[in-house]
């Protein structure tokens, strides 16, 4: 299962060391200065406050790049907790990883197309002023770069998602009272929805101006996307919560079964039986209390693998980038 399944798994999510993701960084953030310089622009980048939109696709692309690292580690996270519930054999079950997490290559390199397309389309649409050849070129490169790295990083999200529909289809062997092995969904899907998060709180650190805040574009914009966080914790889950709960309304059934037996059983005990086997129809009356406590048991157990804190930690994870916006609209005043 360490073999790479995409071309973003070997290059984005690939290990790299600290020394090198440090390098990238100050590769990427000198190259605005770089190009303003030969521009003759350099100072104007920092006065006027172009530097905003020069170091957004920057700053978004190495978010990007740390978070291909969790991504993998994460994905391997899951797939040793969920093989102690698939009910196949090592070997079997290293076969259908490999088969279902596989991405045709030409799904990702579709995916980069159209955020380069997508890039350049936006700096078009731009008004960059006369003279600034160097950082016209800059944009474009690094606008498309971003898009397509966000595009691709989108597109092997959705994709991968057929790994765990793939594996919620095998025969599993399911503990509705011990769902641990299920917990590194609900982990993975609040990371989802964070990584989505601190995409927004970046943007709105580095692009946010005040007079934002008056125009009703903006709050309908940021209502639209504050909904996609919650969207994706949910919706991550879903296999999850599809077979637990089918899992959770056959066991209950059965009981119920039991029950309705047990009931008519006690009361044709209780009618026909002479008093001298008074003590069979307390054990069966035992046994009839027994399983209404298994069944209140039963339908007290959550069908969806997270937990208060993970749902708390997402609800007020989705006001951090207004936060961050009215904390640096409040910075830039006083």
Not at 162 to 178: A, E, G, V
Not at 284 to 305: D, G, K, M, N
């Amino acid at each position: 299962m360490n073999t790479p399944t995409s071309l973003y798994e070997r290059f984005i999510g690939c290990p790299r060391s600290k020394g090198a993701l440090i390098a990238m960084a100050v590769v990427l953030l000198l190259l605005p200065v770089g190009a303003a310089a030969l521009d003759g622009t350099l100072p104007a980048l920092f006065t006027d406050g172009g530097w905003r939109i020069a170091y957004s696709s920057p700053v978004l692309i190495l978010y990007i790049l740390l978070i291909g690292q969790v991504l993998r580690l994460r994905n391997q996270t899951i797939l040793r907790s969920f093989r102690k519930v698939v009910q196949l054999d090592d070997e079997v079950y290293e076969h259908l990883v490999q088969q279902a997490s596989r991405i045709k290559p030409v799904q990702e390199l579709s995916a980069i197309f159209f955020g380069v397309v997508l890039g350049v389309l936006s700096v078009t649409s731009w008004h960059v002023e006369a003279g600034y050849i160097w950082l016209t070129i800059y944009l474009y490169v690094s606008v498309s770069a971003m898009y397509a790295l966000l595009a691709w990083t989108v597109a092997v999200l959705v994709l991968g998602t057929r790994l765990m529909s793939t594996l919620h289809r095998q025969p599993l062997r399911i503990d509705l009272f011990d769902t641990t092995p299920f917990e590194p969904i609900g982990k993975q899907s609040l990371q989802s929805a964070m990584i989505f998060i601190g995409g927004l709180s970046l943007s709105a650190l580095i692009t946010f101006q005040p007079e934002n805040l008056r125009i009703p574009a903006f709050w309908i914009i940021y209502g639209a996307l504050a909904l996609i966080p919650l969207l994706v914790f949910f919706l991550s889950m879903r296999p999850t919560h599809s077979v637990l709960a089918a899992e959770k309304r056959r066991e209950l059934a059965r009981v119920q079964r039991l029950i309705l037996n047990a009931s008519r059983e006690l009361v044709r005990r209780m009618e026909d039986q002479p008093i001298d086997r008074l003590e069979e129809t307390a054990a069966l009356s035992a046994e009839l209390s027994a399983l209404a406590v298994y069944e209140r048991h039963i339908q007290e157990v959550s069908t969806w693998p997270y937990n208060v804190a993970q749902l708390r930690t997402l609800f007020f994870s989705v006001l951090i980038p207004i936060i961050t916006a009215l904390g640096k609209m409040l910075g830039e005043l006083f």
